[in-house]
């Protein structure tokens, strides 16, 4: 059966996306920690993060590091979090979440309600800073 990530990857299902390549595709969680909290997936299918090939990881590992560089430059912050939880989607995917204090990557946290305007500014200014650096 098709993810809901995989709907989101071939356009089927809109989202406020950050940046992709080939392999991997970052957009916006649509109940985010913080402004600026971001999903980073794998366009192939994998239900397991640790299942992944370690070549692919690599390359995972990489494209998330470049998604947070742009995610600090657009939401100044302490640290940019990453969290792998996978349960919720069974498409691996990894969380980036601004953070300022440790408690602002705790899932049990409130999550955010804001516009679409909001979320279109967020993706714009992420995908701004990951360009002027790639």
């Known amino acids: 059966m098709t993810s809901i990530f995989t709907k989101i990857i071939n356009g089927e299902i809109p989202s406020y996306k950050v940046a992709e390549n080939d392999k991997f595709y970052a957009f916006l ?17 994998e ?12 390359e995972y590992i990489c494209f998330a590091k470049k998604i947070a560089k742009a995610i600090k430059l657009a939401f100044p912050c302490e640290k940019v979090g990453m ?27 409130e999550k955010l309600s804001l516009s679409q305007a909001e979320f279109e500014n967020i993706a714009k200014s992420i995908a701004d800073k990951y360009n002027s650096e790639n």
Request: charged share 25%; glycine share 6%; aromatic share 8%.
């Open 29 to 45: 969680d649509i109940a985010p920690l913080q402004k600026g909290h971001t999903l980073v997936v794998p366009k192939k299918e």
């Open 83 to 109: 969290a792998v939880i996978g349960l919720e989607v069974r498409h691996a995917h990894i969380h980036l979440v601004p953070m300022h204090k440790e408690g602002d990557l705790n899932f049990a946290n």
């Open 47 to 58: 239900d397991y993060f640790f299942d992944i090939q370690d070549e692919d990881l690599q």
